[in-house]
């Protein structure tokens, strides 16, 4: 494939964080800061920011290599970690909250809502940019019938989706109480490490064993992978819903154990004193 090619890729997926900083800036001015409105409008604008770029970044993978995938990942996690503010556009972060008291059910639920509202409506205008077919990339991309990435059983990708999603946040929480100087870059590379692991096992054993894809967010998954031909609705809930968040919550739980404290924090001092 010709550098053209990527560098229209690169150029959409700079224009779409462009476009999403533009957007809060002006919701940010028009809006009153009190309130769950801007809330779920930030939650909205940076969950259509990621699953834009993601659906540009399949086309990365598909046509450069797990490499290229994975340095545009990476510089895109740590654009969204510092523009975002307290958005994620990823729901079981919402769930920790709740579960932690910090948080109603009620605000999950929309917050949740928003996110899939602007996940899965952007992908009508990357579907208008593919069928300009700017690149060669893009060609035939923009109508096809997409294919999902689970070829195992729903609960085995479950298990995959709920292992990976608990490793990532211990990470995150990990990173958050030992606040290093560049943890928001290590967080990053964590998660974007997280995701190429499975690519990559999925890409280099294509014919013998794939499984779940690799999302370890309900909402980016949905986006990308609902009604796709290979998994029904329900299995699709299974795997990237309840696994993902499963993990997540039990993230939780684990983090407080002190035997998993003195492992990630060294925290068995203060454990005792406490």
Not at 100 to 121: D, F, P, Q
Not at 155 to 178: D, F, P, W
Not at 193 to 211: D, I, T
Not at 245 to 269: N, Q, Y
Request: proline fraction near 2%; charge should be negative; glycine fraction near 8%.
């Amino acid at each position: 494939m010709s550098m053209s090619s990527l560098a229209i890729s690169t150029g959409f997926m700079v224009g779409c964080c462009i476009a999403a900083e533009i957007a809060r800036r002006i919701a940010k001015r028009m809006l009153n800061e009190d309130g769950i409105v801007p809330i779920l409008i930030n939650e909205a604008i940076a969950a259509a920011e990621l699953c834009a770029c993601c659906f540009e970044l399949i086309i990365v993978a598909d046509n450069f290599g797990v490499a290229a995938y994975a340095i545009f990942l990476f510089l895109l996690t740590v654009w969204w970690g510092k523009v975002w503010g307290d958005a994620s556009a990823c729901p079981y972060t919402h769930m920790e909250d709740m579960v932690e008291g910090r948080t109603s059910i009620k605000e999950v639920a929309l917050r949740t809502w928003a996110e899939l509202m602007g996940g899965c409506c952007v992908y009508r205008i990357v579907q208008v940019f593919w069928w300009f077919e700017f690149a060669e990339t893009h060609a035939g991309r923009a109508f096809e019938e997409c294919n999902a990435d689970l070829q195992v059983s729903p609960y085995v990708g479950a298990v995959i989706e709920g292992i990976a999603t608990l490793l990532c946040r211990l990470a995150s929480k990990t990173i958050s109480e030992r606040e290093p100087k560049f943890g928001s870059i290590i967080d990053s590379f964590i998660g974007t490490s997280l995701v190429v692991a499975v690519y990559a096992f999925n890409y280099m054993l294509v014919s013998a064993f794939n499984y779940s894809g690799g999302y370890f967010n309900p909402v980016l998954a949905t986006a990308l992978k609902w009604g796709c031909r290979g998994h029904t609705n329900l299995e699709h809930i299974i795997v990237y819903w309840i696994g993902a968040c499963t993990g997540a919550i039990l993230s939780v739980v684990v983090f407080r154990l002190p035997a998993v404290r003195k492992i990630l924090l060294g925290d068995e001092l203060k454990d005792k004193k406490e």
